[in-house]
Antibody, heavy 128, light 109 residues
């Protein structure tokens, strides 16, 4: 059974940093892309970042302006999100999600098809 | 960036009724990247439909997806009490980013 458990959330001051983790089990972690999706209180879903199974390719939402970095340790079946220069608008529940991808031969890009398993999320609150 | 617009914002229906949820894209999108998710209060989203029309594992056949190009639809043929939730569509927004619609809340009438 696929299991994803996020951790590392908490209260941080504006301008601070936080590192989220997502421990995966129940599937061959290194062969799947992974993603982070966040949800601000009372709001909808927002894709944050994605990473290929190897960790070689990473993708971020333009709105983050390079403040977040996704990475993974396949030897430990763990996904990370390093968040720097945090702002109040980063306050959200952060989910990790196992990601199925497909190859678009038209563009030569690997794209996310869907997020088939999600963790329960870890809450990040940015406030002074 | 391709914007996804879901309608209606809220759907008020009774158990046993049919629910039709719409997801429109600002430009044509690849159906392979179009998926639908269900989210209940306090829970993580759950994958319902992928590739615009394929049910995910364990999803009842009262859920169906259709559409192509710029218009996609999620249909729940006969609402059950467990189906009252918020539904999101998601697609590849280009270069490379992914966007979700703003969600449709299906509430009990």
């Amino acid at each position: 059974e696929v299991h994803l458990v996020e951790s590392g959330g908490g209260l941080v001051q504006p301008g601070g940093s936080l590192r989220l983790s997502c421990k995966a089990s129940g599937f061959t972690f290194s062969t799947y892309a992974m993603s982070w999706v966040r949800q601000a209180p009372g709001k909808g879903l927002e894709w944050v970042s994605g990473i290929s199974g190897s960790g070689y390719s990473t993708y971020d939402a333009d709105s983050l302006k390079g403040r977040f970095t996704i990475s993974r340790d396949n030897s430990k079946n763990t996904l990370f999100l390093q968040m720097n220069s945090l702002r109040a608008e980063d306050t959200a529940l952060y989910y990790c999600a196992k990601t199925e991808t497909y190859f678009d031969s038209t563009t030569g890009l690997w794209k996310s098809a869907y997020f088939d398993y999600w963790g329960q999320g870890t809450l990040v609150t940015v406030s002074s | 960036e391709v914007v996804l617009t879901q309608s209606p914002g809220t759907l008020s229906l009774s158990p046993g009724e049919r629910a039709t949820l719409s997801c429109r894209a600002g430009q044509s999108v690849d159906s392979r990247s179009l998926s639908w998710y269900q989210q209940k209060p306090g829970q993580a989203p759950r994958l319902l439909i992928y590739g615009a029309s394929n049910r995910a594992t364990g999803i009842p056949d009262r859920f169906s997806g259709s559409g192509s190009g710029t218009h996609f639809t999620l249909t729940i043929s006969r609402l059950e009490p467990d189906d009252f939730a918020i539904y999101y569509c998601k697609q590849y927004g280009g270069s490379p980013r992914y966007t979700f619609g703003q969600g449709t809340k299906v509430e009990m009438k």
